[in-house]
């Protein structure tokens, strides 16, 4: 059984930081595998926030969204069983549920997967969120 679990929410003053993890078990996260956050605001569409390739640190590759580019930050660790999403510099519109997923990119890039995702149809296992409260 494949399982996503987010840790690392909560409630911050704007400015401040947070790092969410997603660890990963029932899931072979290889090759083929993207690793990626969403944002879910009521009301509002999921936001496709970042994307991780990469078995191995050299084969690394990450896509971060406008939106959030230079205060977000995507990693993972070697064991490549749990992804990290670093938000420095918090403000109060980044305020929402935070997913992780992975799944399959097949022929396309781990941004093409995440975009997929987002429009619904590309293929992912999700956790069940977090929640980031940011006050101003």
């Known amino acids: 059984q494949v399982r996503l679990e987010e840790s690392g929410g909560g409630s911050v003053q704007a400015g401040e930081s947070l790092t969410l993890s997603c660890a990963v078990s029932?899931?072979?996260?290889?090759?083929?595998?993207?690793m990626g956050w969403f944002r879910q605001v009521p009301g509002k569409e999921r936001e496709a926030l970042a994307s991780?390739?990469?078995?191995?640190?050299?084969?690394?590759?990450?896509y971060v969204a406008d939106s959030v580019r230079g205060r977000f930050t995507i990693s993972r660790d070697n064991a490549g069983n749990t992804v990290f999403l670093e938000m420095t510099n918090l403000k109060p519109e980044d305020t929402g549920m935070f997913y992780c997923?992975?799944?399959?990119?097949?022929?396309?890039?781990?941004?093409?997967?995440?975009?997929?995702?987002?429009?619904?149809?590309?293929?992912?296992?999700w956790g069940q969120g977090t929640q980031v409260t940011i006050s101003s």
């Open positions: 991780i390739y990469g078995p191995s640190p050299a084969q690394r590759q990450t």
């Open positions: 029932g899931y072979t996260v290889d090759y083929r595998s993207c």
């Open positions: 997923a992975v799944g399959r990119r097949e022929t396309v890039t781990c941004r093409e997967w995440l975009a997929s995702v987002k429009r619904g149809d590309g293929a992912a296992y």
